[in-house]
Structures are given as C-alpha cells and as structure tokens.
C-alpha cells in the first residue's frame, strides 16, 4: 500500500507564505515524479508545479516566480513554498506522486488527500 500524507495548508493573508509537504510512504521502489495540483469549485484541477527524479521543474505560470518546489528524496518528501500569496491561490491543494512499488514493472499514480489554503483578509 502507498500512502500520501499531507500537510501546511491553512488560513493566510494576502502577501502572506505557507509551505506545504507531502510525504509518501508503504511500498514503493522508486518515484518518478512528484508534484503539486489545485483545484477551486467547477474548476478543473490544474497542475501548480512538478519535480522529477532528475530535478527537473516546472510551474503554471500564474505561479511563476511566487511558489518554489522542491524535495528530499530520501524521505520520499516534496515541497511547495508559496510567498506572496493573493485570494486567487484559494484552493484545495493535492500532492501527486509517480511511482514505482516493489514487485511491479509498471508506474502508477497517487494522490494525497488534499489540503485547503485560503488566502483572504
């Protein structure tokens, strides 16, 4: 079994920082990518910013220069630090995680519960 914890979410004012993790653990062998999705009522869930094995990063560009991912493999963990945040970062955050368990050939994929972060004044 693969689980995906989360955590950091929370109530923060305009130009306001959170930082999320997001901790994978059970039966995995290898992540090939991690990464972080939003989603508001009658939106459609959005990628925020993805990392893979090599390092390699990209954000949305609505978060450009704001949100900064990164993770510590050996603990199977990714972040997400958002500065300058603004009401339009509302959302329910979710960590997505790519990967490979023992005994398997093939890659799945795994979501976290998710986590509110509400940005308002």
């Known amino acids: 079994q693969v689980q995906l914890v989360e955590s950091g979410g929370g109530l923060v004012q305009p130009g306001g920082s959170l930082r999320l993790s997001c901790a994978a653990s059970g039966n995995i062998f290898r992540i090939n990518a991690m990464g972080w999705y939003r989603q508001t009522p009658g939106k459609e869930r959005e990628l925020v910013a993805g990392i893979t094995s090599g390092g390699s990063t990209n954000y949305a560009d609505s978060v450009k220069g704001r949100f900064t991912i990164s993770r510590d493999s050996a603990q199977n963990t990714v972040y997400l630090q958002m500065d300058s945040l603004k009401p339009e970062d509302t959302a329910v955050y979710y960590c997505?995680?790519?990967?490979?368990?023992?005994?398997?050939?093939?890659?799945?994929?795994?979501w976290g519960q998710g986590t509110q972060v509400t940005v308002s004044s």
């Open positions: 997505n995680a790519d990967l490979v368990q023992f005994y398997y050939t093939r890659s799945n994929k795994y």
